[in-house]
Structures are given as structure tokens and as C-alpha cells.
């Protein structure tokens, strides 16, 4: 697969200096993008991964970006991530037991429901709150590359109709 073509994501963390306790910046790096496996043309980075929650971070020294979450959702605690998706790409239709907030940085792209409705993002900035819906996410563009950043929150599953929504990727 091509590599994106949008800038790279620069992440910057703040901690607290051992010695001293003031407040600093602790990493500032490039993100490194992967393509996300069973979803050609989409390609995803941690930004930030927590453990549980209430969180300890802020008590820690450890790069929550180097923690691996299996899949998109960290059981006990959060996922900040960021995704690109390749011109004219279409992820597959797909379920998470969380709660996401996302939010487009760069490009647009077309949010494709479960009921075959489709929602339009132009905007950097524009947000989609994801409670649990089967979803898919087109890219429109036939030359440029779409970016967004999600904050995954892991959920109980919805439920509809006393039927329990589990996590699904429709392939």
C-alpha cells in the first residue's frame, strides 16, 4: 500500500520532572502509521493508550504511545489513535464495544451507517460520537488522503431489542 501523503502527526506528552515535580514535556515525537490489518488503505497510529480508569498517568514514566492495545479497544482504560485512509478508500462495515470520539483533522470523509445512511465530513473538526453502531468510513477523494483522531473509550455493548451488539468487522 502507498504511504499517506498527509503531513505526519506530531505527539507531545507532558509529565513531570522526578526531581524536581515541575511540569515538563516528557516526549515529542513523530507518529509511525501502520496499515490497520483486514482494512486495506486505512492506516492507523497510538497516540496514547491508558490502563484503567480513573488513570495513573500522571503519576507514571511510562510512553503510553508504546502501549499495545489487541484490536482497536483497551479493555480497562482508553485509546487516542489517529487514522489515515487512502483516496477512495472504503474500510469494511465494522462494530467496537466503546464509546469513540471522532474527529477530522485533514480531508473529508463519508460515514456510512449500519441503516444505509451516509454522513458527509468536510470540516476539520467536524466530530462523530460512536456509541456502538456497525459503521463503515469512505474516503471521497480520488487524490487526497483523509485524517481523523479517535478517542476509544471502552463500553458495555449496546443492546437493542433485549439483543446484545457485539464487536464485528464485516469482511
Do not use: C
Not at 476539520?124 to 463503515?136: I, K, L, Q
Amino acid at each position: 500500500m502507498a504511504s499517506s501523503t498527509l503531513p505526519r502527526v506530531r505527539r507531545i506528552v507532558t509529565g513531570h520532572d522526578s526531581r524536581t515535580g515541575l511540569a515538563n514535556v516528557e516526549w515529542d515525537s513523530m507518529l509511525a502509521f501502520e496499515e490497520i490489518p483486514g482494512m486495506t488503505g486505512a492506516m492507523a497510529a497510538p497516540v496514547w493508550v491508558s490502563e484503567g480508569l480513573p488513570t495513573t498517568d500522571n503519576n507514571s514514566a511510562q510512553d503510553g504511545g508504546l502501549r499495545l492495545v489487541d484490536g482497536i479497544v483497551h479493555p480497562t482504560g482508553t485509546n487516542l489513535r489517529a487514522t489515515d485512509l487512502a483516496p477512495g478508500t472504503e474500510t469494511p462495515m465494522h462494530r467496537t464495544t466503546s464509546l469513540d470520539y471522532n474527529i477530522l483533522l485533514e480531508g473529508e470523509v463519508i460515514l456510512i451507517m449500519e441503516d444505509g445512511s451516509q454522513t458527509h465530513l468536510k470540516t476539520p473538526g467536524d466530530t462523530v460520537v460512536m456509541r456502538g453502531g456497525m459503521h463503515a468510513w469512505r474516503n471521497p477523494s480520488t487524490s487526497s488522503w483523509a485524517r481523523w483522531t479517535s478517542v476509544i473509550i471502552p463500553a458495555e455493548p449496546a443492546v437493542v431489542g433485549g439483543q446484545v451488539l457485539q464487536a464485528e468487522i464485516k469482511t
